[in-house]
């Protein structure tokens, strides 16, 4: 009798177990629906919005690809003039989003006059991504210093001083003097700040319409701004639009390196004297 009724217990438990087992594999097979599901919504979300941006990227070039021909026709003066025409729009209207197009290809043809250097359709969108203060990512050798050359001078014509920062004092250097053909040719003041620069030379340098320097060099003089007294002396007299090389390098593994400075005490402190007690 008892071994009947164990072998009866036995058999009930396996059913309780097989229908626990049920359950949790019909929840499983639930959760697994809702997973896939949630991942297509995501997939088409975000795909809708890529093939969006490259729709209008790709409209952008177009515009640019037209204006070739007729921008290659104007002589090394008219483009010359194209800055002070840019910017008395930008005076009277407060935007430049329609001239775009224009201003993208005539730095496109002074590139080509001054470096022999013609941006491709993939620079031109990049230029446009960094105009829109988005990160671009490019491959080493897809020319990423010729597409700084398009947003930097997009926003120069803002009246913003544009701030080019690399990762050491070399690159610093051979983009000024590269670059610089591009920007002195349209009517642009370029400046170069390493640590060689000497400091009383550095707000001068600051104050041209291009400055390439490093983020060490850039942070430093930011903090000795903070202890000037003297407007004219200041690195940073007016906003800015940066354009920073390696952004993962400079903005997640350099930021983890505090930069500290630190300079006299206005008052000698060895004159001053605890009062006495009594």
């Known amino acids: 009798f008892f071994q ?3 072998g009866i217990r036995d058999v009930e438990r396996s059913r309780g177990l097989g229908d626990v087992y049920k359950r949790q594999r019909n929840i499983f097979h639930i959760l697994t ?18 093939s969006n941006s490259l729709k209008k990227y790709a409209s952008f070039v177009e515009k640019v690809n037209k204006l070739e021909e ?4 104007l002589s090394d003066q008219e483009l010359k003039n194209k ?9 009277e209207t407060g935007s430049i989003n329609k001239l775009l ?12 006059r001054t470096l022999n250097m013609r941006h491709y359709d993939v620079q031109i ?3 446009m991504v960094l105009y829109e203060n988005k990160i671009t990512e490019m491959k080493t050798g897809e020319g990423k210093t010729l597409v700084a050359t398009l947003a930097a001078y997009a926003n120069a014509l803002e009246n913003l001083s544009v701030h ?6 070399y690159l610093a250097k051979r983009d000024a003097e590269w670059m610089g053909n591009i920007y002195n040719f349209l009517g642009l003041s370029v400046g170069c700040v390493t640590a060689e620069t000497a400091h009383e030379d550095r707000s001068s340098k600051y104050d041209a319409d291009i400055v390439y320097a490093t983020n060490n060099e850039i942070g430093f003089d930011y903090l000795r701004d903070n202890l000037k007294n003297d407007y004219n002396n200041l690195c940073f007299k007016k906003n800015a639009f940066a354009i920073v090389d390696e952004v993962d390098s400079i903005l997640i593994d350099e930021a983890r ?4 400075y630190t300079s006299p005490s206005p008052r000698d402190l060895s004159t001053s004297r605890m009062p006495s007690s009594a």
């Open 257 to 260: 390196t505090c930069l500290l």
């Open 101 to 112: 197009p224009e201003i993208f290809a005539v730095v496109r043809e002074v590139s080509k």
């Open 125 to 127: 969108i990049g230029g």
């Open 70 to 73: 007729e921008i290659s026709k």
């Open 4 to 6: 009947a009724e164990d």
């Open 164 to 169: 080019i920062i690399t990762v050491n004092d």
């Open 33 to 50: 629906a809702i997973y896939h599901n949630m991942i297509n919504i995501v997939n088409k979300l975000f795909g809708s919005i890529k």
């Open 83 to 91: 800055t002070n025409y840019f910017r008395s729009e930008f005076k």
